[in-house]
């Protein structure tokens, strides 16, 4: 098969992941009643305990009150309890046909990454709970991470498979799991895990380039993807000032330039973003930014510069109105009945283990028959 071909298999595959024709969805639910729920639909309450951390970090810039934060968690751990449970009850052969397939497995770990920041949250009231929980947690995502490496070194996965969301399991995981550590105390085990981020993030990085630079565009499912190439140097240095406190070290501020430089590269795929529509996949964005205007408030906060509150309330106001929109498109997208593709049956094998074969050829893991156009140039 064509390079081409196994993008545009690729793109047929992940239906909550891009944009669709809602048209062309054939609603039709397995005789159980159930719909599918993907991994990546975890990146909703991701994006909320985000949008929490910024308010969190808000606080001492603008004065704002812990309330803010402490509310948006609450809808954070309510939405990720109804994802997880509607995940979950899917079945263990789901759960391992979406471990096993290419394109969809790094997502699956978000749905424990998210729980970790929860879980630091709720330490703030229950610390002995909030401890035993992020470490639990901590634990679960480094445990998916290296079956998850091990599954990439041992199968033959497409390089068009490849995308973003690979830094998800290891690199986001583990550095939003360093700071999850520090704020509970468990500084050895964060900088353990602010270690394991930084390498996979160098590694992995260097992979994701060379397959974005050198071969086809990313299928239009996956471009909201992209926005998560800002998150390792925001988190690693928001977990950096929680493991070392908010000191502008070198690794600190090496890190901030390197945020900023990304922040830039974000600003040139403007272009490609404003041709997309909307679907769930847009809440790739929320987290990657939200981390971005985090590690921007904590800059502010250090610095304090001039007009530093104006600064921090631009910054604030930003990022939630962006999460604001689209959750509320989300939510219309749930009303009109369009939220959740039609439920698969799971076999618990990889969408396609045939070598040289695109991904979601002939798998059983496919989550939707629609057919995306990846005629698009790379921007």
């Known amino acids: 098969m064509s390079e081409e071909g196994s993008v545009a298999s690729i793109g047929r595959q992940i239906f909550p992941v891009g944009s669709v024709d809602l048209a062309a969805v054939k609603q039709e639910p397995l005789s159980h009643g159930e719909w599918r729920v993907s991994p990546n639909f975890f990146a909703m309450s991701f994006g909320l305990a985000g949008l929490a951390e910024v308010w969190r970090a808000a606080e001492a810039p603008l004065g704002t009150s812990s309330l803010i934060p402490d509310a948006i968690n609450v809808l954070a751990a309510v939405v990720w309890i109804l994802l997880g449970v509607g995940y979950l009850r899917q079945g263990r052969r789901r759960l391992l046909a979406d471990l096993r397939d290419p394109v969809m497995a790094p997502f699956v770990s978000v749905l424990v990454i998210t729980g970790m920041l929860l879980a630091s949250a709720l330490s703030a009231f229950a610390f002995g709970v909030g401890r035993i929980l992020v470490a639990l947690f901590l634990a679960v995502t480094i445990l998916i991470g290296g079956w998850l490496t091990g599954q990439w070194i041992l199968s033959d996965t497409p390089e068009v498979s490849f995308h973003p969301g690979y830094f998800l399991p290891t690199v986001a995981g583990c550095l939003v799991g360093a700071f999850c550590a520090a704020q509970v105390h468990l500084h050895a ?45 925001a988190v690693a240095g928001i977990a950096l000032f929680a493991l070392n406190g908010q000191v502008a070290s070198p690794l600190a501020c090496a890190l901030g330039g390197y945020a900023v430089l990304m922040a830039l590269v974000q600003l040139r795929f403007l272009p490609l973003y404003v041709k997309l529509t909307f679907s769930p996949g847009f809440w790739a964005f929320t987290f990657s930014y939200a981390a971005a205007a985090t590690d921007a408030l904590l800059w502010l906060s250090i610095k304090n510069p001039a007009g530093a509150a104006v600064y921090a309330g631009c910054v604030a106001a930003a990022i939630t109105v962006l999460i604001v929109v689209i959750g509320a498109r989300t939510l219309h997208l749930l009303v009109r009945g369009g939220l959740f593709p039609p439920a698969q049956p799971a076999t618990g094998q990889p969408a396609d283990s045939t070598p040289g074969r695109g991904v979601g050829e002939s798998g059983s893991a496919s989550s939707s028959p629609v057919s995306v156009s990846t005629n698009h140039d790379k921007e």
Do not use: Y
Not at 208 to 225: E, Q
């Open 189 to 233: 085990v964060g900088e353990a895990s602010f270690g394991i981020g930084v390498v996979c993030w160098v590694l992995l990085g260097s992979v994701l380039l060379n397959r974005l630079f050198f071969r086809p565009a990313l299928p239009v499912p996956l471009v909201p993807t992209l926005a998560i190439e800002l998150a390792p140097p």
